[in-house]
């Protein structure tokens, strides 16, 4: 629950830097300090906490019943996780008796450093801490079916420490001091790793638009209800136009179609377009197989950037080949997986670069390769509506945001859509 608060303090609009950062060091030092089958129980109420909203997307595939079992199988699946770490670091704790009997020459001088330097009767210290704290740092580079949401140090991204590696070790090595030394003195170590929080709030420019939009994942493909939904995207760049604005970013897929085989709506994009940039969501058809892009209009001309990066499950199956055709045959009625384009989009507009990012893919290290000074991200949420989703997508965005330095504009169905720098964010 420690481990988790600071996502459930943003959501409710309760998150205070001192707060964040005492509740992060209080999680740490009790999970370094227990055994592996609090470990296990931590790990699995941790994916429980952090990634319960996934189970939501199965009710628009008309699968509830698959919910609680989807569920389960990402709480094991931390669980296990923090097991093995715990029970990794714990080897060294079966080699501090000495007395052991039929131990080989390179196990007895194994135990003999173990003896030393890790334990006190069969209490596991220094190198059973390090090693746990060694294994923490380690799980956000383990990404089980391709999805990289979890990471420890995230905890403190709107905290007074900072997120970066060496930091989070940092902090790891003080509480990991403390509990071997049984000084709680060495916790003050931690000032190593304070990063200054910005004092001011930063302010959308005020020639770009980000639309929010709020349609349902059932209204979205429902093709009677299509019209409507355009007139109402074209109004909404229509009121850009007459207030003077630049540049309208509308949110992923917004035009559920493929947009690339649509004239009509294209002449209506590019006739707008003369007046003001237009960055938006669509689906692109390029003869075999279907994918989800950003379409850009500017200067007269149309740029598609396709997404690099697909949500497992939900655009391509992370399955061998023959698991994968039969789910998608049984779960989704057949339909064929989305194919993700090779490498990154970046484009420019009014002379400013930014860097193509499709929701998911914009939580992900590999889009932010080169530190991009500004990206443009497009999202749907209504997949998860309602949940904590959007907050843990924000504070991640916000966690890229602060190690690259870069600045997000964030256009978003179903939750309101923002501006990130360094880390702060500021609402539509």
């Not at 303090?9 to 309760?14: C, D, K, P, R």
């Not at 740490?28 to 931590?42: D, K, Q, R």
Request: proline share 4%; hydrophobic share 45%; net charge positive.
């Amino acid at each position: 629950m420690l481990s988790s608060a600071f996502i459930y303090l943003n959501y409710w609009g309760l998150s205070y830097p001192v707060l964040n950062t005492f509740l992060g060091l209080l999680a740490l030092y009790l999970l370094l300090s227990a055994n592996t089958a609090t470990w296990f129980v931590s790990g699995a109420l941790i994916g429980l906490f952090w990634f319960w909203w996934i189970a939501l997307s199965l009710i628009h595939y008309h699968m509830v019943w698959a919910a609680p079992i989807e569920i389960l199988i990402i709480m094991f699946t931390y669980g296990v996780l923090f097991a093995l770490i715990s029970a990794i670091a714990s080897i060294p704790v079966g080699c501090c008796a000495l007395t052991t009997p039929k131990l080989g020459f390179m196990q007895k001088i194994y135990c003999f450093i173990c003896s030393k330097w890790c334990c006190q009767g069969t209490t596991p210290y220094l190198i059973s801490l390090t090693l746990k704290a060694v294994g923490l740092m380690t799980l956000s580079y383990i990404h089980p079916f391709s999805f990289d949401w979890f990471k420890p140090e995230l905890m403190f991204v709107e905290s007074y420490l900072g997120i970066e590696k060496f930091k989070f070790a940092m902090i790891l090595g003080a509480i990991v001091l403390s509990l071997w030394r049984k000084q709680i003195l060495f916790l003050f170590l931690v000032v190593l790793a304070y990063t200054p929080t910005p004092s001011s709030v930063p302010q959308i420019d005020k020639n770009i638009t980000l639309l929010t939009t709020h349609t349902s994942v059932e209204d979205k493909w429902n093709e009677a209800l299509h019209a409507q939904q355009f007139q109402a995207l074209f109004s909404a760049i229509d009121q850009a136009i007459a207030n003077h604005k630049k540049l309208i970013i509308l949110p992923e897929s917004v035009f559920p179609i493929f947009l690339n085989r649509s004239e009509t709506l294209l002449e209506k994009l590019q006739k707008r377009a003369k007046h003001i940039s237009i960055v938006t969501g669509g689906l692109y058809w390029d003869g075999k197989t279907p994918r989800n892009s950003t379409y850009i209009f500017t200067d007269g001309k149309i740029q598609v950037a396709n997404k690099v990066l697909l949500v497992p499950f939900g655009e391509a199956n992370p399955l061998p080949d023959f698991l994968s055709d039969w789910v998608n045959e049984v779960f989704y009625d057949g339909a064929i997986d989305y194919k993700a384009s090779s490498k990154i989009s970046d484009y420019q507009i009014d002379g400013k670069t930014y860097r193509n990012a499709i929701c998911f893919e914009a939580t992900s290290e590999k889009l932010y390769e080169g530190y991009p000074k500004n990206m443009i991200v497009l999202s749907n949420n209504g997949w998860f509506h309602p949940s904590m989703e959007p907050t843990l997508q924000q504070l991640l965005l916000q966690y890229y945001s602060k190690k690259y330095g870069t600045t997000i504009y964030h256009s978003i169905n179903m939750s309101s859509s923002y501006m990130i720098k360094n880390a702060k964010v500021t609402k539509e």
